[in-house]
């Protein structure tokens, strides 16, 4: 098993990986490097962000909460 495959605490299923340091389960729970497992709702959106850091313009996953108007 690899350095950077997660076990689903709920299921016992590997987490497939979205981003680099975000990875799903087919049950709805999630891992992300700074909060850890998290239940995933509706209304969430993951993205991509562009920071520069130096030079170089580096992508961090976010996530973002959709509003109530836009769907």
């Not at 799903?24 to 562009?50: P, V």
Request: glycine share 8%; aromatic share 8%; with cysteine.
């Amino acid at each position: 098993m690899s350095k950077n495959s997660k076990i689903c605490p709920n299921c016992g299923r590997k987490m497939k990986q979205q981003f680099i340091g975000l990875q799903h389960c087919r049950c709805g729970i999630s891992w992300k490097r700074d909060i850890g497992y998290f239940e995933r709702t509706s209304d969430m959106i993951f993205a991509l962000q562009r920071v520069k850091v130096g030079k170089k313009v580096k992508q961090r996953p976010v996530i973002r909460i959709k509003d109530a108007g836009i769907e």
